[in-house]
């Protein structure tokens, strides 16, 4: 069945360091998806990508798509305390079908 | 703003009870989700739901498992008989329809069942 990875697991920085997290699917996706989710809190979601090679820019967040449509990256410049969480990718086959995350990267900012 | 509201917020229950979570997804929404995250792991999909039937079922969702619309406004997921492995917080959520500008899901702030 179809799989997303994705790494780090954990990654932990200094306030100002920049942070990045990468998406990998067995399968070509119709889009993938990003969501964040706070300590003891729910998913809640960030963007949606949907054209091969499309860069979305969110203040300090960059969200990329491979243009295999394969792929994904999420990177944040300057990290701030507030950006402590889990973030999860999260790709869908057809639009319409289940949406499949990966397993999520812990993020921990110290200042 | 609106939001999906899940109840109970937490469960306690015994091996082999049946246990029903409930959800209510945003009124103008027509697709609606089951997820499950075990403590400090991935989101898992469960099963999704439109137009009052099961479109999608991963292979968790297995016969112990079962959703219900019951009166257009409730979304409910029930386990026939609770095991160990069950324990973990089940996020209800919904989607407006598939040709929006984005397939983003509407997360409630799940229900934490804990199986003993």
């Known amino acids: 069945g179809q799989q997303v990875m994705q790494i780090p697991q954990y990654q932990h920085v200094q306030e100002g360091e920049d942070f990045t997290t990468y998406c990998n699917s067995s399968?070509?996706?119709?889009?993938i998806q990003w969501y964040k989710q706070r300590p003891g809190g729910h998913p809640v979601f960030l963007i949606q990508?949907?054209?091969?090679?499309e860069v979305k820019k969110q203040k300090r967040l960059t969200f990329q798509f491979g243009e295999a449509k394969k792929n994904s990256s999420l990177h944040i410049t300057a990290t701030q305390t507030t950006d402590v969480g889990t973030y999860f990718c999260a790709g869908q086959r057809q639009a319409g079908t289940a949406l499949i995350f990966g397993k999520g990267t812990t993020l921990s900012v110290s200042s | 703003e609106p939001e999906v509201t899940q109840t109970p917020s937490h469960q306690v229950t015994q091996m082999g009870q049946e246990v029903i979570l409930r959800c209510v997804p945003i009124s103008n929404h027509l697709y609606f989700y089951w997820y499950r995250q075990i403590l400090g792991q991935k989101v898992e999909f469960l099963v999704s739901?439109?137009?009052?039937?099961?479109?999608?079922k991963s292979e968790i969702f297995d016969d112990q498992f079962s959703v219900e619309r019951p009166d257009g406004s409730n979304f409910t997921l029930k386990i026939r008989s609770t095991k160990l492995e069950d324990s973990a917080m089940y996020f209800c959520?919904?989607?407006?329809?598939?040709?929006?500008?984005?397939?983003?899901?509407?997360f409630g702030e799940g229900s934490r069942l804990t199986v003993l």
């Open positions: 990508l949907v054209k091969s090679g």
């Open positions: 739901f439109y137009n009052n039937e099961i479109s999608e």
């Open positions: 959520a919904s989607r407006s329809w598939v040709g929006s500008n984005t397939g983003e899901l509407f």
């Open positions: 399968t070509t996706l119709s889009n």
